[in-house]
């Protein structure tokens, strides 16, 4: 059966060219020039279609389409990492949609029974047998709660079954080939790729636990509790279980839907400004953000909020990760360029004996140009896309959730500006970003900061005398240095994500087929 599949991997890659893609980019190295052999082989596979006429970004969209709805998956999790894919290759992969066709209800009900030990028909008053979306990992069905469950709309996400057996195998598939293009490729070490596919296993392992994805919900539901800005589902945790997840129905207008809002009386200009204002709140006060804002997963009901849905993909940042962004954010609309190379230094994402004035005048080459448009026309995501690409030239391994957060932000940003092209981000967020300093250096940030540490010290400071007796006595000067180094450096760790998955394809189309 592997086999079968590698096979298909190599048919798909050839036909859309996805081995010249790589011949064009690395033609004189010895595993390039052992490809070249073997891509002639598959020439007769293209066919007489204009595939290899269209942009090379789109030819690999297309590809990984066609390889199925894993692969397409792994698509939309590379183009969240802007700071090493190509711009074009970044742009096309994020209009994936991951469209699967829903698997028979017939087996929607078997898992159901098996899960709850009776009948559907006896755990709900109704339940809708055509699902009303479906996707790579699971599919949702409207129904009712029984009447002494209080008889509440429902909707009920349910994992495909047997879907786990397809990841593990396609995710063999990738790590095989992210180990042929390091071997291939003279960046793929550079890059990463193993490290690329382990990441999206993470993401892919994650939503196949929607007990996850219910606590995911139930947070950012405690987070907006009362808000009228935004409405999220509440869980319903007695029916819900690792392959189920039974929530509020929500009722709402899709927000791609723009003429229906408008024909609804929503003020679009204001829901364009509330979104922004419901991202920063997360991001700034909450430090725990839904990164997967996409029009499909947000709806608007008549009042004019926001429902969010579909929680398998978050972010979380630390203070840390919060003082970063907002110093960087204000410098950067300062144009103080030496305090955003600062605050990097300072955050330890960037070498200690970095030169300030060299990643100082790198910043300004790369930012200034922003400043030829009107404020409110400057995207955050450009900004700290631009930040991060430069940041990766002195070293610095930028952290998977800030590039999770720049992704959404990107997401965020062009769903504003659909719906109010003359919304200010600036304005918007100022002040987020404000109060978000001021939470952290100000007297605020200095009364909370007390109330966070006062239990430890009232344990620690009584035994300080007698631990220092106990670290003299012992001579763990040493070990706790060695401590505190492994502390640090488990701060700092970063990920990195692979930008050559178009080569990834492409060594595994050639290599793998010439082992067949």
Same mark, same amino acid.
């Given at each position: 059966?592997?086999?079968?599949?590698?096979?298909?991997?190599?048919?798909?890659?050839?036909?859309?060219?996805?081995?010249?893609?790589?011949? !064009?980019? !690395?033609? =004189?190295?010895?595993?390039?020039?052992?490809?070249?052999?073997?891509?002639?082989?598959?020439? %007769?596979?293209?066919?007489?279609?204009?595939? +290899?006429?269209?942009?090379?970004?789109?030819?690999?969209?297309?590809?990984?389409?066609?390889? =199925?709805? /894993?692969?397409?998956?792994? =698509?939309?999790?590379?183009?969240?990492?802007?700071?090493?894919?190509?711009?074009?290759?970044?742009?096309?992969?994020?209009?994936?949609?991951?469209?699967?066709?829903?698997?028979?209800?017939?087996?929607?009900?078997?898992?159901?029974?098996?899960?709850? =030990?009776?009948?559907?028909?006896?755990?709900?008053?109704?339940?809708?047998?055509?699902?009303?979306?479906?996707?790579?990992?699971?599919?949702?069905?409207?129904?009712?709660?029984?009447?002494?469950?209080?008889?509440?709309?429902? &909707?009920?996400?349910?994992?495909?079954?047997?879907?786990?057996? /397809?990841?593990?195998?396609?995710?063999?598939?990738?790590?095989?080939?992210?180990?042929?293009?390091?071997?291939?490729?003279?960046?793929?070490?550079?890059?990463?790729?193993? !490290?690329?596919?382990?990441?999206?296993?993470?993401?892919?392992?994650?939503?196949?636990?929607?007990?996850?994805?219910? &606590?995911?919900?139930?947070?950012?539901?405690?987070?907006?509790?009362?808000?009228?800005?935004?409405?999220?589902?509440?869980?319903?945790?007695?029916?819900?279980?690792?392959?189920?997840?039974?929530?509020?129905?929500?009722?709402? @207008?899709?927000?791609?839907?723009?003429?229906?809002?408008?024909?609804?009386?929503?003020?679009?200009?204001?829901?364009?400004?509330?979104?922004?204002?419901?991202?920063?709140? *997360?991001?700034?006060?909450?430090?725990?953000?839904?990164?997967?804002?996409?029009?499909?997963?947000?709806?608007?009901?008549?009042?004019?909020?926001?429902?969010?849905?579909?929680?398998?993909?978050?972010?979380?940042? @630390?203070?840390?990760?919060?003082?970063?962004?907002?110093?960087?954010?204000?410098? #950067?609309?300062?144009?103080?360029?030496?305090?955003?190379?600062?605050?990097?230094?300072?955050?330890?994402?960037?070498?200690?004996?970095?030169?300030?004035?060299?990643?100082?005048?790198?910043?300004?080459?790369?930012?200034?140009?922003?400043?030829?448009?009107?404020?409110?026309?400057?995207? #955050?995501?450009?900004?700290?896309?631009?930040?991060?690409?430069?940041?990766?030239? %002195?070293?610095?391994?930028? *952290?998977?959730?800030?590039?999770?957060?720049?992704? @959404?932000?990107?997401?965020?940003?062009?769903?504003?500006?659909? +719906?109010?092209?003359?919304?200010?981000?600036?304005?918007?967020?100022?002040?987020?970003?404000?109060?978000?300093?001021?939470?952290?250096?100000?007297?605020?940030?200095?009364?909370?900061?007390?109330?966070? !540490?006062?239990?430890?010290?009232?344990?620690?400071?009584?035994?300080?005398?007698?631990?220092?007796?106990?670290?003299?006595?012992?001579?763990?000067?040493?070990?706790?240095?060695?401590?505190?180094?492994?502390?640090?450096?488990?701060?700092?760790?970063?990920?990195?994500?692979?930008?050559?998955?178009?080569?990834?394809?492409?060594?595994?189309?050639?290599?793998?087929?010439?082992?067949?």
């Amino acid at each position: 059966m592997r086999l079968l599949r590698l096979f298909k991997i190599a048919r798909v890659a050839s036909r859309y060219g996805l081995d010249q893609m790589i011949l !064009e980019h !690395e033609p =004189g190295s010895v595993g390039v020039r052992r490809l070249m052999r073997l891509a002639a082989v598959l020439q %007769f596979w293209r066919g007489f279609g204009d595939q +290899l006429q269209v942009p090379r970004a789109v030819r690999l969209r297309l590809a990984l389409e066609a390889l =199925g709805p /894993i692969f397409v998956k792994f =698509g939309q999790v590379l183009s969240t990492r802007r700071d090493l894919l190509p711009q074009d290759i970044a742009d096309e992969l994020a209009k994936l949609q991951d469209q699967v066709p829903p698997f028979p209800s017939a087996l929607a009900l078997a898992e159901l029974e098996k899960i709850y =030990g009776k009948p559907v028909d006896q755990v709900f008053a109704s339940f809708e047998r055509e699902p009303v979306a479906s996707a790579s990992v699971a599919q949702v069905h409207f129904a009712t709660l029984r009447a002494e469950d209080g008889g509440h709309e429902v &909707a009920v996400k349910i994992l495909r079954p047997g879907i786990a057996p /397809i990841i593990d195998h396609d995710i063999g598939l990738l790590q095989a080939a992210a180990g042929l293009l390091e071997i291939l490729w003279a960046d793929g070490k550079r890059l990463k790729p193993r !490290e690329v596919v382990a990441e999206f296993e993470k993401y892919l392992h994650d939503e196949l636990d929607l007990m996850r994805e219910a &606590a995911n919900c139930s947070l950012l539901g405690r987070n907006f509790k009362d808000s009228p800005l935004l409405r999220v589902p509440e869980v319903y945790w007695d029916w819900c279980d690792h392959s189920v997840m039974v929530m509020e129905r929500m009722h709402g @207008t899709p927000i791609s839907q723009i003429d229906a809002l408008r024909a609804q009386g929503v003020d679009l200009k204001a829901l364009s400004r509330n979104g922004v204002e419901i991202f920063f709140t *997360q991001v700034f006060r909450d430090g725990f953000f839904h990164a997967d804002m996409h029009p499909g997963n947000i709806f608007v009901a008549p009042n004019g909020q926001y429902i969010a849905l579909d929680f398998g993909i978050v972010g979380t940042l @630390t203070d840390i990760d919060k003082n970063y962004l907002a110093h960087n954010f204000l410098a #950067f609309f300062r144009r103080d360029y030496k305090r955003v190379a600062e605050v990097h230094i300072e955050s330890g994402w960037a070498p200690a004996g970095t030169r300030v004035d060299e990643f100082e005048a790198s910043i300004r080459a790369v930012c200034e140009p922003f400043f030829d448009r009107p404020l409110k026309d400057i995207s #955050f995501g450009r900004v700290l896309l631009r930040l991060f690409q430069t940041s990766r030239r %002195f070293n610095v391994e930028v *952290q998977p959730q800030l590039m999770l957060l720049q992704k @959404t932000l990107l997401n965020i940003e062009g769903l504003g500006r659909q +719906l109010d092209p003359d919304l200010d981000l600036w304005q918007t967020a100022k002040p987020f970003l404000e109060r978000s300093m001021s939470a952290q250096l100000g007297w605020r940030g200095l009364i909370s900061n007390l109330k966070r !540490e006062a239990p430890q010290w009232a344990t620690l400071l009584p035994a300080l005398p007698r631990l220092a007796h106990q670290a003299l006595a012992r001579d763990d000067g040493a070990a706790l240095r060695a401590q505190l180094a492994l502390i640090q450096a488990e701060q700092i760790r970063q990920s990195r994500l692979l930008s050559g998955m178009v080569l990834l394809l492409a060594a595994l189309a050639g290599v793998l087929l010439w082992l067949i």
